[in-house]
């Protein structure tokens, strides 16, 4: 029998308590896949949520080709839930985004594209000044102050830890395979703070960062209260960060010489049709 070969492209999406949206976001998970110029697989990570409800669509939804579901022990966070695909994936670029398909899934082929021309991390940028934003407008005053809330702590989060990285939070990255087998199994923050993490490492760890122009549909409004302590288990994530990086915590897999050697003889990435390229890649890139 002849084996099947592996995807190309890995989608992973953490979800947790999302029985009202996931009809939508299934909808929108099928198109993808079915118009997808790779071979594709979407690896849906339950977080072990509690919705029974949620449970069995998720299950339903997982008997789908290209489909794939994986179940946490016990309610472990989204930054274990992203490493636990990532690291379960077998294709050469990974992307992981959000459960309520905030970033449009097109926007994944443009991640993808710019693996392609040599990054080995991508990542969304909503502070690019080509992003796109799609919003009800009763939502633009509280967005206004969330966002000025943002660029503060992304500053800090420049000076402090990623130098030139404005977009830390957005829910839209991508890792090749040889970046994604060396950062995520290093990662032991499971909040929020995960994301700072993770491109600290690939930042420690010599790998190309690219930032990228994205389409973002804002369609949620979250407590002030809740924002303002998110900044602050946040801000103790960045601490702990730069603390464990100071203090050797984490082991850099390979000399720099050693690297560069490995990622020129690296498998080459899929590539796809360059009219889906250029349709994907619709806005300028920085």
Known sequence: MRAIPPPEVGLVIPVHHCAGNLE???????????????????????DHGRDPEAGRM???????PGVRLL????????????????????AQCRVFTDADIAYPLDEVWRVVGRMQRGADVAIACRVHQDSQYVMNVSYLRYFYTRHLMSRAFNQVVRLALLPGVRDTQAGLKGY???????????????????DLECLYLARRFGFRI???PV???????????????????????LARIR??????????????????A??????????????????ASSVSLS
Not at 58 to 64: C, D, E, K, Q, S
Not at 184 to 192: L, T
Not at 268 to 277: G, K, M, N, S, Y
């Open 215 to 237: 389409r973002f549909r804002y369609a949620d409004e979250p407590s002030t209260v809740r924002f303002v302590s998110d900044g602050v288990t946040m801000a103790a994530d």
């Open 71 to 90: 179940r946490n022990d016990r309610n472990r966070g989204k930054g274990f839930s992203v490493r636990r695909g990532m690291l379960e994936s077998t």
């Open 24 to 46: 939508r976001s299934f909808e929108e998970i099928e198109l993808f896949l079915r118009d997808a110029p790779l071979r594709t697989e979407v690896l849906l990570v339950d």
């Open 243 to 260: 603390w464990r990086g100071w203090t050797g915590k984490y082991r850099v897999p390979e000399a720099p010489a050693a690297a560069a």
């Open 58 to 64: 998720l299950r339903r939804f997982a008997t789908r």
């Open 176 to 194: 090749t395979a040889r970046a994604a087998e060396q950062v995520f199994p290093q990662v032991r923050i499971w909040g929020f703070g995960f």
């Open 210 to 212: 690219d930032q990228l």
């Open 262 to 279: 490995a990622a020129r003889e690296r498998p080459a990435l899929p590539r796809f049709a360059a009219a889906r390229v250029s349709r």
